[in-house]
């Protein structure tokens, strides 16, 4: 099976960099994804790492180290409308490849 | 139109009761999900469905059944309605697409609540 753990909540203020941090205990993972969820609505794609190293997309990044097991997503210039809860995913390796686990989501508040 | 669309998207109902909740989509995705998500918990995954003949228990398919009547239909059953199934739940696509990018598309997710 597949275990994600992230921060429950961090806070930041307007025009920081927060960094999202995910660690996990896997059995194999096709890739790490992230998710954006804002309250009372559904979870949207935002970021994908297949391999290890940084993927920019304009002001959000994501990283993954398979060797240490950890992943992060990093948020620049930081916008109100950021506040949401993010969650790391992963798409099962082997049998179950049409199976993804995510984690608990963390919580991010963002204060003028 | 939303590519992925959930009915009802609020529903309150008895303890022992059956329901149903819809999920249609066009977007000629192969794979469906139903997740639940309860605060602090994240998304579990109840069932999912790689194409009309294949379904798939998740990590908390008990009390829950599914149907897949089509490649754009895929319904998820409570058959007995208990207070512990008070839950937000959504249904997602996914498509292996170009550059083995997997991405998970929800749709708007229905409130359920059971009294």
């Known amino acids: 099976g597949q275990s994600l753990e992230q921060p429950s909540e961090v806070t930041a203020v307007e025009g920081a960099i927060v960094q999202i941090n995910c660690t996990y205990q896997?059995?194999?993972?096709?890739?790490l994804s992230w998710y954006q969820q804002h309250d009372g609505g559904a979870p949207t794609f935002l970021s994908y790492?297949?391999?290890?190293g940084l993927e920019e997309t304009g002001r959000f990044s994501s990283f993954l180290s398979r060797s240490d097991s950890y992943g992060y997503l990093l948020l620049q210039e930081l916008q109100m409308k950021d506040s949401a809860s993010y969650f790391c995913?992963?798409?099962?390796?082997?049998?179950?490849?049409?199976?993804?686990?995510f984690g608990s989501g963390t919580k991010l508040n963002v204060k003028p | 139109d939303a590519d992925v669309t959930q009915t009802p998207r609020n529903r309150i109902t008895k303890t022992g009761k059956r329901i149903m909740l819809e999920c249609s989509q066009t977007?000629?995705?192969?794979?469906m999900y139903w997740y639940r998500q309860d605060p602090g918990l994240g998304l579990r995954l109840i069932y999912y469905?790689?194409?009309?003949?294949?379904?798939n228990k998740g990590e908390i398919s008990d009390g829950y059944s599914v149907s897949r009547q089509a490649q754009a239909k895929f319904s998820l059953s409570l058959e007995s309605a208990i207070p512990n199934q008070t839950a937000l739940y959504f249904c997602?696509?996914?498509?292996?697409?170009?550059?083995?990018?997997?991405?998970?598309?929800f749709g708007p997710g229905t409130r359920l609540t059971v009294l």
């Open positions: 997602a696509t996914s498509d292996f697409g170009g550059d083995y990018i997997d991405t998970q598309y």
């Open positions: 896997t059995s194999g993972f096709y890739g």
């Open positions: 790492n297949a391999l290890d």
């Open positions: 995913a992963v798409r099962d390796l082997g049998y179950n490849f049409n199976k993804f686990y």
């Open positions: 977007k000629g995705h192969d794979r």
């Open positions: 469905s790689f194409d009309v003949k294949d379904i």
